[in-house]
């Protein structure tokens, strides 16, 4: 029986594994692999195939049950409320790349829209694609402030794995020159339209902190030759991206990272497979491998290795960090600093402002491009003339368009004219959306709930998070400046607006995990390692100190493959 154990457990044992197949856990799978680890990568939800697997891709609008892919209020409100707070996340084109709430609850002490994607490929399928480098502003802020814990680490110290990222996802963008906005490895930039360059030299003029450029994004426009061997191709400019891309265009785990991983021999990926614990070994204080559950039958196994990755994201990741106790850890894997769960963050948005423009009635634009302007940070940027009543800063996002045929949808009409009308584009409008940066905050957190469980029979979450003082204040300046640069720029009826909003909804959750110098005040150290425990890696969003007010993935992709090649580095070595 002994040899039987033996026998079995050297079947199960790998070199790593990787709890995630997302945007960092793919990174992950790849860096390891190519670097001749046995790499298993589990996914809790389904197998999705890059092409094979995106049923909406080639819909046409008429092909679906209602006008815009609408779903019922009656199907929303029983599968997927908290889903379809986004607006646009819950259609008949793309309900199938995301979870449903009836299935995989949760509950909230203060509104928090947690949205999620359970499959192979994780959020890499629908996530909104910006990818900006942090600098030292962001990452000294926190020691500068006094806020929170210090950052362990700089930007000269992501800055080559941000070169690495960069070269191999590919991210269209224009060098703009800003320290507080570094510059990257960039295919072509995507084309502001007529509206927008007007836009971009009368605030430039005006104000003259401010930047406005082509917003920084993971779509090819010029693909390498690296690129091109994985069957990624340039960006087409459909912009039906939350369907799948079947060009490869945009970065996807699953046609690119993965792919890449598999064509090394090295990768082994299992779906529905839901890791529900860290198995320790007291012994060799380290841990040993994971348990995990069949999403399907719900049978049990345990699986072994070396080094492990959790790149689940930010609450899921440090979920199966509580529901991984034990003698050593009886508050959580890694609690040691009792910080595990706290300091959430998230970016705070859906404030701004939108115009009417006049003019420029005999232009347009060629496709539909899949990205928008971008306004970099320009508050509170080290000197007195940027500095306001609150710490930190925020960018915008937008963009100018015209009117199409929908304008007349609820217009009664017929006959020739209201045809020939509806042939010519309408008129010109332009808005901006900031997304601001949220302090950490111990009080903002995630608990486990063992009253309420999944489909799994698994416990839940309890989320209580909310936008404190700082961030109210920021919102009144987020505004107010978006009316200020509309106005400068000549466009008429400029309305500011702030809409209903909670934590979550930004989808970049952050701060579970943190990194930092001190173990008794942080989880994770310089490497991503938890600190009581080395051979396990964390990566992803829970592992962040702050959260800038830049989309992060780009900086989870850097920091994961910043850390797989310490892991490799130190298994050689014997230390793990």
């Not at 092909?63 to 986004?86: C, H």
């Not at 084309?191 to 927008?196: A, G, P, Q, R, T």
């Not at 919102?475 to 934590?503: H, I």
């Not at 909804?505 to 425990?533: F, W, Y």
């Amino acid at each position: 029986m002994a040899n039987l154990n033996t026998l079995a457990r050297e079947k199960n044992t790998y070199d790593a594994i990787v709890v995630g197949s997302g945007i960092s856990g793919g990174w992950a799978a790849k860096e390891l692999a190519e670097k001749g680890l046995k790499t298993l990568v589990l996914e809790r939800g389904r197998q999705v195939r890059h092409i094979a697997d995106y049923p909406t891709v080639n819909t046409p609008p008429w092909a679906f049950r209602f006008p815009g892919a609408r779903v019922p209020q009656d199907e929303i409100d029983s599968r997927y409320a908290k889903q379809a707070r986004t607006g646009y996340t819950i259609t008949d084109a793309t309900k199938h790349f995301y979870i449903r709430d009836d299935q995989h609850p949760y509950s909230e002490t203060r509104r928090f829209d947690w949205i999620r994607s359970y499959q192979v490929g994780g959020r890499s399928l629908v996530w909104g694609r910006q990818s900006y480098r942090w600098s030292d502003l962001d990452f000294e802020a926190n020691a500068r402030e006094g806020v929170a814990v210090d950052w362990p680490i700089r930007y000269a110290d992501l800055a080559p794995w941000y070169d690495h990222v960069e070269e191999f996802i590919g991210v269209s963008g224009q060098a703009e020159g800003l320290p507080h906005l570094p510059d990257g490895r960039f295919q072509p930039p995507m084309d502001m339209n007529c509206v927008e360059k007007h836009m971009k030299s009368a605030v430039e003029g005006r104000f003259r902190e401010r930047r406005v450029t082509i917003g920084r994004t993971a779509h090819i426009t010029q693909p390498t030759e690296a690129q091109k061997a994985l069957g990624r191709t340039a960006c087409q400019h459909q912009n039906q991206c939350s369907r799948g891309c079947v060009f490869g265009a945009y970065f996807a785990s699953n046609s690119s990272t993965l792919l890449a991983a598999n064509n090394t021999g090295n990768l082994t990926l299992q779906p529905d497979a839901v890791v529900t614990s860290i198995i320790f070994d007291p012994v060799k204080n380290r841990a040993s491998g994971v348990r995990v559950r069949d999403a399907e039958t719900g049978d049990e196994v345990e699986l072994y290795a070396r080094v492990i990755f959790l790149c689940a994201s930010a609450l899921n990741s440090a979920w199966l960090m509580m529901n991984s106790t034990s003698n050593r850890f009886p508050d959580g894997f890694g609690n040691g600093s009792g910080q595990l769960g706290r300091n959430v963050m998230d970016h705070h948005f859906l404030v701004g402002a939108s115009a009417d423009v006049e003019g420029w009635e005999d232009r347009y634009y060629k496709g539909r491009r899949p990205n928008g302007f971008y306004i970099p940070r320009f508050r509170n940027l080290g000197d007195a003339a940027t500095k306001k009543d609150f710490l930190r800063g925020y960018g915008y996002q937008g963009g100018a368009s015209r009117q199409g045929w929908q304008r007349l949808v609820a217009e009664l009409g017929f006959g020739k004219e209201m045809k020939d009308e509806l042939m010519d584009p309408g008129a010109w409008t332009i808005g901006m959306t900031a997304f601001g940066e949220m302090l950490p905050d111990p009080s903002n957190r995630i608990t486990l709930n063992k009253d309420v469980r999944d489909m799994h029979g698994l416990p839940t979450l309890t989320i209580d998070v909310g936008l404190g003082d700082n961030e109210l204040r920021m919102r009144k300046d987020m505004q107010s400046a978006a009316v200020e640069m509309l106005e400068a720029s000549g466009f008429r009826n400029v309305r500011g607006y702030e809409r209903s909003y909670g934590p979550g909804l930004g989808i970049h959750e952050m701060g579970t995990a943190r990194m930092g110098r001190d173990p008794k005040t942080s989880v994770l150290n310089a490497h991503n390692q938890v600190h009581e425990c080395l051979n396990v890696y964390v990566t992803d969003g829970a592992a962040m100190t702050s959260a800038s007010c830049v989309n992060p993935s780009l900086t989870y992709m850097a920091l994961t493959a910043r850390a797989a090649d310490h892991a490799v580095s130190a298994l050689k070595r014997g230390e793990l």
